[in-house]
T-cell receptor, first 117, second 114 residues
Framework: GAVVSQHPSWVICKSGTSVKIECRSL??????MFWYRQFPKQSLMLMAT?????????EQGVEKDKFLINHASLTLSTLTVTSAHPEDSSFYIC?????????????FGPGTRLLVL | SQKIEQNSEALNIQEGKTATLTCNYT??????LQWYRQDPGRGPVFLLL?????KEKRKERLKVTFDTTLKQSLFHITASQPADSATYLC?????????????FGTGTKLQVIP
C-alpha cells in the first residue's frame, strides 16, 4: 500500500528555536498534502493545506508566519514551526491524497511528536 | 456551529460481541464519510469510506452505515477481538474548501476485554 513518512518521528527543542518537519509520499505523487495537529486526548485538527508549487492555505486561527509550509515537490512537504514555545508541543501529522486514484483516498504519516522546553 | 460528535468517549466491550460506534454531525453536508483507526502515538489508518448516496458498506468484520437525513453514521465491528482496541475516528469530507479536505470527529476509544 501507499506509504507516507515523516521525519523526525520525535523532536525536543528549546523555546525560541525553529523546528522543521518533513512529510514524504514514498511511492506516489501528491499535489496536495494536509497538516494536522493533535493534542493529548483530542482529535486531529487541520492546520493547513499544502499545495505543490503554490502557497499553503491555512485554517482559521492558525498563524501562517509561525507555521511555515513549503511544498517543494510532488513528494515532499515541510512544516516549520518558527520560534517554538511550550504551547506548540503537540503531535503533528501529515496526510497525502494520491494524485491518481480515488479522490477520497488519503494516507497518513506516522506523526511527529514535538516537545518544546 | 459545526460539530462532529462521536458518542462515547470510551467504549468497553466483551470479546466476541459487536461494537457499535456512532458519529453524529451538525451543520455539515458531507459528500463522503470515512472511518479511521488510530493507535496511541501513531497516525490514523483508513478503514472504510462511504459516500452520501450509499447507505451501507462492509469490509470483512466492519460495517458502516450513513444516514444523511439523521446526519449520522454507525460503525460496527462484529466478533470483536482485543486487537481491535484502539481509538476510532470518523471524518467528513467533500465540503466547501476542497473535496479532499476532511474534518475529524472527537473519536471513541474502544477497549475489547478478553
Amino acid at each position: 500500500g501507499a506509504v507516507v513518512s515523516q521525519h523526525p518521528s520525535w523532536v525536543i527543542c528549546k523555546s525560541g528555536t525553529s523546528v522543521k518537519i518533513e512529510c514524504r509520499s514514498l511511492d506516489f505523487q501528491a499535489t496536495t498534502m494536509f497538516w494536522y495537529r493533535q493534542f493529548p486526548k483530542q482529535s486531529l485538527m487541520l492546520m493547513a493545506t499544502s499545495n505543490e508549487g503554490s502557497k499553503a492555505t491555512y485554517e482559521q486561527g492558525v498563524e501562517k508566519d509561525k507555521f511555515l509550509i513549503n511544498h517543494a515537490s510532488l513528494t515532499l512537504s515541510t512544516l516549520t514551526v518558527t520560534s517554538a514555545h511550550p504551547e506548540d508541543s503537540s503531535f503533528y501529522i501529515c496526510s497525502a491524497p494520491p494524485t491518481s486514484g480515488n479522490l477520497e483516498t488519503q494516507y497518513f504519516g506516522p506523526g511527529t511528536r514535538l516537545l518544546v522546553l | 456551529s459545526q460539530k462532529i460528535e462521536q458518542n462515547s468517549e470510551a467504549l468497553n466491550i466483551q470479546e466476541g460481541k459487536t461494537a457499535t460506534l456512532t458519529c453524529n454531525y451538525t451543520n455539515y453536508s458531507p459528500a463522503y464519510l470515512q472511518w479511521y483507526r488510530q493507535d496511541p502515538g501513531r497516525g490514523p489508518v483508513f478503514l472504510l469510506l462511504i459516500r452520501e448516496n450509499e447507505k451501507e458498506k462492509r469490509k470483512e468484520r466492519l460495517k458502516v452505515t450513513f444516514d444523511t437525513t439523521l446526519k449520522q453514521s454507525l460503525f460496527h465491528i462484529t466478533a470483536s477481538q482485543p486487537a481491535d482496541s484502539a481509538t476510532y475516528l470518523c471524518a467528513l469530507g467533500g465540503e466547501s474548501g476542497g473535496y479532499q479536505k476532511v474534518t475529524f470527529g472527537t473519536g471513541t476509544k474502544l477497549q475489547v476485554i478478553p
